[in-house]
């Protein structure tokens, strides 16, 4: 199981410290949770990552059933065994696939809202998925064959996972739903929930997940339902408005409900402006693949802003990514040097900019946490 403890709440906001403790070790929140989806950081080695100052990764329990299968991995003695991740780690629930390979492939749309796209009435069902009472039917976008996926399978697959912190089985619904969609989406994610509670059979610690959408009322009581229960802890999941002060302003309706003395993980947000915001809403831990998605698109991030290391201006540049940096690639290569791998198509090149970004990253939410114990946040 785990404990957390809050070392210090600010008084200029929701921002708190924590200590989250669990069986493969403490980490100081907040924090960045990187992905790991396929229990690999992509292009780097877990001890890799460790160098990188992470602390803390979550993999995902749909892909992660697909290839190798959860018997696999549970023969090799769980993800940190299979991975040699000695550090603490998360499985998600396999819920937002229910968003990505229904509504979100047939809309074209992300987490966030663009706004104009076909809104979901209730009772409507995706084109390549259907969602029942039960759980989920999907075609497994590895070989087409047909899988199901409901609270009890959520459950048994990351129970054999192994990781310290599982998830419970939710429906992470589009952000064009319709109110009667997203009440009806809430309800039927609730009495997942329960079933979860029912099934969890081992010592890893369960959070409930919030949804609600971009509605005030439903997400309160999503909240207020979620954290009438048994969890250690709590996922927000869902939409998060079409800006970044409307996220904040919502993921702050949350916090306000789910109990004080709980952890609080914000699911699959974290562009590094979204990070202040979300710390000040009293998020705790928050996983985001945006440092290791755009390092693998030749973007790198540093205090000034973003590099695009495919441009040919950059062949030219024999200094560092960002000469304020001290992680063992800025230390080590220049601009040029990088650039050329990445051009050159290089998977070295995609590594290095994965190692940098996830420094820089860390590197900022550490920033985040002094400020906190300053009381400047």
Known sequence: MISFAIQKSSKRSRARLGILKTPHGEVET???VPVATQAVVKTLTSEQVVQTGTQLLIANTFHLHLKPGEKAVGRAGGLHNFMQWKRPLMTDSAGYQVFSLGFGMDLGSGKIGKGGEKRVQQGEQPQHIRITERGVHFRSPVDGSKLFIGPKESMAIQEQLG????????ECPPPSASKAYMAASV??????????????????????????????????????????????????????????ATMEKMVGWVTDVLPEKKPRHLLGIGHPEDIPRIIKAGVDTFDCIVPTHYARHGTAFIGTGRLDMTKTVMLSQNRPLDSACACAVCTTY?????????RAKEITGLSLLTFHNLWYFNQLVAGYRKQIQQGKL
């Open 334 to 342: 220049t601009r040029a040097y990088i650039s050329h791998l990445v």
């Open 187 to 244: 309800e039927r994610t609730h009495r997942w929930a329960l079933q979860c509670i029912k099934m969890h059979k081992t010592r890893q610690a369960l959070f409930g997940i919030v949804q609600g959408g971009k509605y005030k009322d439903l997400r309160r009581k999503s909240a207020e339902y979620i954290a009438s229960l048994p969890f250690s802890g709590f996922g927000i999941g869902g939409e998060f408005g079409a800006d970044k």
């Open 30 to 32: 907040p924090t960045l």
């Open 163 to 170: 990781a310290d912190i599982m998830f419970a089985f939710d």
